[in-house]
Protein backbone atom coordinates (compact mmCIF):
# COMPACT_ATOMS: atom_id res chain seq x y z
CA UNK A 1 0.00 0.00 0.00
CA UNK A 2 1.11 3.76 -1.19
CA UNK A 3 1.94 5.90 1.23
CA UNK A 4 1.40 10.02 0.96
CA UNK A 5 5.08 10.50 0.49
CA UNK A 6 5.12 8.34 -2.75
CA UNK A 7 2.10 9.83 -4.04
CA UNK A 8 3.36 13.53 -3.43
CA UNK A 9 6.42 12.47 -5.00
CA UNK A 10 5.18 11.43 -8.04
CA UNK A 11 3.04 14.45 -8.13
CA UNK A 12 5.66 17.25 -7.52
CA UNK A 13 5.38 20.31 -5.98
CA UNK A 14 1.75 22.78 -6.67
CA UNK A 15 0.49 24.43 -4.21
CA UNK A 16 -1.87 26.96 -4.99
CA UNK A 17 -2.19 29.68 -2.07
CA UNK A 18 -4.46 32.70 -0.90
CA UNK A 19 -4.68 35.44 1.70
CA UNK A 20 -7.78 34.53 4.68
CA UNK A 21 -8.69 38.12 3.75
CA UNK A 22 -8.83 38.13 0.26
CA UNK A 23 -12.64 37.90 -1.33
CA UNK A 24 -13.96 35.40 -2.79
CA UNK A 25 -13.99 36.84 -5.71
CA UNK A 26 -10.13 36.89 -6.19
CA UNK A 27 -10.63 33.36 -4.86
CA UNK A 28 -12.38 32.74 -8.01
CA UNK A 29 -9.90 34.27 -10.41
CA UNK A 30 -7.00 32.44 -8.78
CA UNK A 31 -9.08 29.28 -9.30
CA UNK A 32 -9.79 29.64 -12.86
CA UNK A 33 -6.33 31.24 -13.68
CA UNK A 34 -4.72 28.08 -12.20
CA UNK A 35 -7.18 25.62 -13.32
CA UNK A 36 -7.62 24.42 -9.63
CA UNK A 37 -10.48 23.33 -7.95
CA UNK A 38 -9.04 24.44 -4.53
CA UNK A 39 -6.73 26.79 -2.70
CA UNK A 40 -5.09 26.87 0.29
CA UNK A 41 -5.61 29.48 2.69
CA UNK A 42 -2.96 31.33 4.32
CA UNK A 43 -2.75 33.96 7.35
CA UNK A 44 0.32 35.75 8.23
CA UNK A 45 1.98 32.75 6.48
CA UNK A 46 0.63 29.93 8.28
CA UNK A 47 -2.16 27.22 7.04
CA UNK A 48 -5.63 28.68 7.84
CA UNK A 49 -7.73 26.15 5.74
CA UNK A 50 -8.77 25.22 2.03
CA UNK A 51 -10.99 27.09 -0.11
CA UNK A 52 -12.79 24.81 -2.95
CA UNK A 53 -15.64 25.13 -5.84
CA UNK A 54 -17.43 23.73 -3.28
CA UNK A 55 -17.15 26.04 -0.28
CA UNK A 56 -18.09 28.62 -3.26
CA UNK A 57 -21.12 26.72 -4.11
CA UNK A 58 -22.52 25.69 -0.38
CA UNK A 59 -21.31 28.95 1.72
CA UNK A 60 -21.99 31.86 -1.25
CA UNK A 61 -24.25 31.00 -3.75
CA UNK A 62 -26.47 28.95 -1.59
CA UNK A 63 -26.48 31.21 1.34
CA UNK A 64 -27.26 34.56 -1.37
CA UNK A 65 -23.70 36.33 -0.37
CA UNK A 66 -21.57 38.29 -2.81
CA UNK A 67 -18.31 37.18 -4.34
CA UNK A 68 -17.25 40.31 -4.16
CA UNK A 69 -17.99 40.97 -0.63
CA UNK A 70 -17.36 37.67 1.12
CA UNK A 71 -13.99 37.30 2.69
CA UNK A 72 -12.21 33.40 1.64
CA UNK A 73 -11.98 33.51 5.52
CA UNK A 74 -16.05 33.67 5.99
CA UNK A 75 -16.06 30.30 4.32
CA UNK A 76 -13.33 27.95 3.53
CA UNK A 77 -13.00 24.89 5.23
CA UNK A 78 -11.11 24.37 8.32
CA UNK A 79 -12.48 21.49 9.83
CA UNK A 80 -10.44 18.79 7.35
CA UNK A 81 -8.81 16.01 9.18
CA UNK A 82 -5.26 15.96 8.37
CA UNK A 83 -3.01 13.10 7.42
CA UNK A 84 1.02 12.68 7.66
CA UNK A 85 3.84 12.03 4.86
CA UNK A 86 3.67 8.55 6.56
CA UNK A 87 -0.24 7.62 6.41
CA UNK A 88 -1.22 5.15 3.51
CA UNK A 89 -3.42 6.14 0.83
CA UNK A 90 -5.89 3.93 2.15
CA UNK A 91 -6.59 5.99 5.32
CA UNK A 92 -6.48 8.85 3.28
CA UNK A 93 -9.50 7.08 1.12
CA UNK A 94 -11.48 6.09 4.58
CA UNK A 95 -10.63 9.62 5.82
CA UNK A 96 -12.48 11.03 2.82
CA UNK A 97 -15.53 9.10 2.69
CA UNK A 98 -15.91 9.74 6.46
CA UNK A 99 -15.45 13.41 6.75
CA UNK A 100 -16.99 13.78 2.94
CA UNK A 101 -14.01 15.75 1.77
CA UNK A 102 -11.67 15.90 -1.48
CA UNK A 103 -8.98 17.08 0.38
CA UNK A 104 -6.44 16.45 3.07
CA UNK A 105 -4.05 18.77 4.28
CA UNK A 106 -0.74 17.15 5.00
CA UNK A 107 1.17 18.15 7.92
CA UNK A 108 4.69 16.86 9.12
CA UNK A 109 5.71 17.80 12.54
CA UNK A 110 2.79 20.70 13.28
CA UNK A 111 4.49 22.04 9.87
CA UNK A 112 2.05 21.94 6.56
CA UNK A 113 3.73 20.37 3.35
CA UNK A 114 0.65 20.38 1.25
CA UNK A 115 -3.07 19.17 0.12
CA UNK A 116 -3.71 15.45 -0.93
CA UNK A 117 -6.74 15.14 -3.35
CA UNK A 118 -9.47 12.84 -3.91
CA UNK A 119 -7.95 12.76 -7.69
CA UNK A 120 -4.04 11.63 -6.23
CA UNK A 121 -5.61 9.26 -4.46
CA UNK A 122 -8.10 7.74 -7.57
CA UNK A 123 -4.84 8.04 -9.85
CA UNK A 124 -2.94 5.61 -7.41
CA UNK A 125 -5.61 3.12 -6.84
CA UNK A 126 -5.41 2.86 -10.97
CA UNK A 127 -1.65 1.44 -9.86
CA UNK A 128 -2.70 -0.56 -6.64
CA UNK A 129 -5.31 -3.11 -6.56
CA UNK A 130 -6.17 -3.20 -2.87
CA UNK A 131 -6.33 0.86 -3.22
CA UNK A 132 -8.61 0.00 -5.89
CA UNK A 133 -10.65 -2.11 -4.33
CA UNK A 134 -11.02 0.61 -1.26
CA UNK A 135 -11.88 3.17 -4.24
CA UNK A 136 -14.66 0.72 -5.42
CA UNK A 137 -16.01 0.26 -1.57
CA UNK A 138 -16.21 4.20 -0.97
CA UNK A 139 -17.92 4.83 -4.50
CA UNK A 140 -20.07 2.32 -3.64
CA UNK A 141 -21.25 4.03 -0.51
CA UNK A 142 -22.21 7.06 -1.48
CA UNK A 143 -20.06 8.65 -4.19
CA UNK A 144 -21.34 6.42 -6.79
CA UNK A 145 -24.11 6.56 -9.62
CA UNK A 146 -26.41 6.74 -6.91
CA UNK A 147 -25.77 9.63 -5.02
CA UNK A 148 -25.17 11.13 -8.38
CA UNK A 149 -28.45 10.26 -9.57
CA UNK A 150 -30.33 11.33 -6.47
CA UNK A 151 -29.09 14.67 -6.99
CA UNK A 152 -29.34 15.37 -10.23
CA UNK A 153 -33.16 14.94 -9.83
CA UNK A 154 -33.41 18.19 -7.79
CA UNK A 155 -32.05 20.17 -10.83
Not at 103 to 123: A, C, H, Q, R, S
Amino acid sequence: MCKVSALLATRGPRIYFIDANATVLDALSALECENQSYLVVVHQGKFVGVFSERDYSRKVILQGKSAISTLVKEVMSTDLPIVSSDDKAEHCMMLMNAYKTRYLPVFDEFEFKTVITINDLVKEAFDDEELAHVVKGVIGNGWGEDAYMGRSRIY
